[in-house]
């Protein structure tokens, strides 16, 4: 399925999808007025010269779409080169499934960038692969510092309702304690498609 510009077009725009959410605008508002957008990326996005597309398909709901996605709604603010289009999961399968993890999970966010023809530059899912692995290497720490979690391979929604509290408020702070990090590791995979020669 290609993505044509009517298509896209029927996409919220970044502060639309930010309307009509009903759950965590108080994450996603502290998120973004945390992202700290260098001057090097804002030249280098400008530097292109012409706009770009960038589909998003994302839910309120989604952890990793509170913390991604106002990413690249600072970078498009700073850069006047992004028009963003939010499409909600559940009602654009269509474009999700075209989109999916691993070619089997849907899996959110998705960003996808088009040129002017709208041919795709490229796309990235959930998350960069260094934010996964970081938080992967977290979590086996947090988990050898607190046996009273029990074992890493447990499913969090099979814990006792106490210690699943627990190490929810764990894996926050610790996300809290690397999110610039995370979020310079979004603004790189979104230079790394828009500007191939940065890879």
Known sequence: MAVTRERFEQGLTYEEFKAQMTRNQDRFAANEAGVQVNAADVEAIKAL????SALVVAEDWCGDVIDNLPVLGRLAAATGMLDVRVFLRDQNLDIMDHYLNQGQFRSIPVFVFFDQDFAELGHFIERPTSVTERRAQQRQAL?????EFGDLQTPIAQLPEEVRTQLMSALTEQ???TKDADNQSVIAAIRAILLPASR
Do not use: K, L, S
């Open 49 to 52: 010269g012409h706009p770009v």
């Open 143 to 147: 988990f050898a510092q607190h046996p």
């Open 175 to 177: 996300r809290e304690g």
